[in-house]
């Protein structure tokens, strides 16, 4: 397995920046997109994502997976140039991803839509015997796992103890908000959510929709 680091960034847009012309908007966006297109094809990166946000505190979330801390520092780098300091970073998480070296770097056309937050759990949790901690999660992995509102959802557990405020960050590419909702309600009855205390902000993006950012 090798190891990963992961940066999650919620971005909001500046007021000044909807005063721009929709030219320039369209133009930068285009750019950024582009930039960060290019990024994603470097072995640096098991991927580069940018989505329009459904959350309305923010405009766009980006997802980098890399293998270095100079490929999360050269997107960040890359989103504050091409945006011309009409952005803010509101939220940001940063973790460790274990994946094989061989995944598949490619994205499924049908997982359109991405949820990340971060994870914390109560202390009582790491007081628990490491057996009953497997098997608790087992009966959670296996409850996602098995159900039939998991349609291809490609989730993404990392940790991030010591380097974020929360134990885990998880990301999800998954094809339906509505079946999301539906299978995260059933997970709310298994018994791992039992010893979780914040999950906390949710981040919610769409692959498309661009085009308001200019409109």
Known sequence: MEQYLMNIFGIKLCAPWW???????????ARLRSKLKGLSKNDVFLRVELYTSLCPDIDLIC?????????????????N??????????YG????YSANKNEDKSKNDNLDFFVAYPVKKDSDWYLL?????????????AMATNSKNNDSVKSYTTRSFGICDAD??????LPKIHDWVKLTEELRGA????????????LVGYIGGFEWLSA
């Open 191 to 202: 018994k791992a959510h039992k010893w979780v205390v914040e999950e906390k902000p949710v």
């Open 129 to 141: 015997d490491e057996n009953e901690r497997k098997r608790v999660m087992a009966e959670h992995i």
């Open 19 to 29: 005063k721009k012309t929709s030219k320039y908007r369209s133009e930068t966006i």
């Open 168 to 173: 885990f960050v998880v990301a999800y590419e």
């Open 93 to 96: 998480f940063v973790s460790v």
């Open 81 to 90: 140039k091409a945006l011309g300091g009409y952005n803010d970073i509101k």
């Open 63 to 79: 997802f980098f997976v890399s293998t270095s801390v100079e490929g999360l520092l050269q997107c960040r780098a890359e989103i």
